[in-house]
């Protein structure tokens, strides 16, 4: 038995596990079903006894091949993306202590916008382990945004300015869209409907190269993710409470950054920039299970990845055989339930 005094501790280390647990299976089990229907879903019919049918042939089977060519990279997409962004807009918001920050709020967003749009209007035509130049363009960008902010914000003091950071970015993100504004008016007819279709938010993803090539950078922020709940929730609080409880404050500030940053830089080379779910998820899961981060970031993780898989879904159905972006989706979705958010606070 702990002594007496212990037992309030005992009792919220019992409690926080209790409710990871139920915020794990509920979440969980939302995503789970998305990713099971999800695939099964589409402008053309598909019959599941066929797609997994011995007797035909995988080059004869054409359920088979929408099921597994088509729709299961984009569900997969579609879940990695939706994780990313949310998880990052977890981080963006408690590192810069803003409710409104997101993964567009330092300019990486842009960054990678920026290469994408260079690649499709100069035609680059380089492939690097399987990637095409689009998305390895657009990933290039991001980290020379997130290089430039972060740059800015050490100049001229040993650890980040979270000030420096916000301002910066909302500046650096003016310039750069600034610049893909040029590069829009110079590029002709038909890089300019590619630019506009690919700033719209894609899904679009014909194989699983795309996939493993932004599994990579994702794999490495989870690791930096996975060492933050509980300083996050002494930084919402103010750096200096969180360096007066022993946490390294510069450092801790550097893996947040870098890890959003690259599953931000990961997302948008796989899908484009998707908004709003950076901002409205972390909102919602905050809502469900409250201010803890050891709550909020798994949580945002499978509601980002449900989220996004149904916009798909939405965007790929509504409007058959038409598909519409699924940036164009999550706006509609996220831009009510935000400004309902916004008014429940106050």
């Given at each position: ?83 990313a962004f949310a998880v990052a807009g ?151 409470a969180a360096a007066s409880r022993g ?71 509504i409007m058959a055989p038409l598909e ?23």
């Amino acid at each position: 038995m702990p002594p007496t005094a212990d037992l309030p501790a005992v009792d919220r280390r019992r409690g926080l596990r209790t409710r990871f647990v139920w915020t794990i299976l509920g979440f969980g089990l939302a995503l789970l079903v998305a990713l099971l229907l999800a695939p099964t879903i589409g402008s053309t019919p598909i019959r599941l006894s066929q797609v997994f049918s011995r007797s035909i042939p995988y080059a004869d089977n054409i359920d088979a091949q929408i099921f597994f060519v088509a729709r299961v990279p984009r569900v997969l997409a579609a879940a990695l993306v939706g994780a990313a962004f949310a998880v990052a807009g977890v981080v963006f918001q408690a590192l810069l202590r803003n409710p409104l920050a997101s993964p567009d709020t330092l300019g990486v967003s842009a960054g990678a916008s920026l290469g994408a749009m260079l690649a499709i209007t100069f035609n680059a035509d380089i492939t690097l382990f399987g990637l095409s130049t689009v998305p390895l363009a657009s990933f290039a960008g991001s980290l020379g945004a997130l290089a430039i902010v972060y740059g800015l914000s050490v100049v001229r003091r040993s650890g980040t300015s979270t000030m420096v950071l916000l301002l910066g970015g909302v500046t650096l993100t003016a310039l750069l869209s600034a610049i893909m504004g040029f590069v829009q008016f110079m590029a002709d007819f038909t890089q300019t409907f590619r630019n506009v279709r690919w700033m719209m938010g894609s899904l679009d993803v014909a194989s699983y190269s795309p996939i493993l090539g932004a599994l990579v950078p994702m794999l490495l922020a989870s690791a930096g993710f996975a060492t933050l709940p509980r300083v996050l929730d002494l930084l919402s609080v103010g750096a200096d409470a969180a360096a007066s409880r022993g946490v390294d404050v510069a450092r801790t500030e550097r893996i947040a950054l870098v890890s959003a940053s690259l599953a931000t830089g990961a997302a948008v080379s796989l899908a484009g920039p998707v908004s709003f779910v950076g901002i409205v998820v972390p909102h919602l899961v905050r809502l469900i299970v409250g201010a803890d981060h050891r709550l909020v970031l798994p949580g945002s993780a499978l509601l980002g990845a449900t989220l996004l898989i149904v916009c798909d879904v939405v965007a790929r159905t509504i409007m058959a055989p038409l598909e519409l972006p699924v940036g164009i989706v999550t706006a509609v979705v996220g831009s009510p339930v935000f400004l309902w958010l916004l008014f429940r606070r106050q």
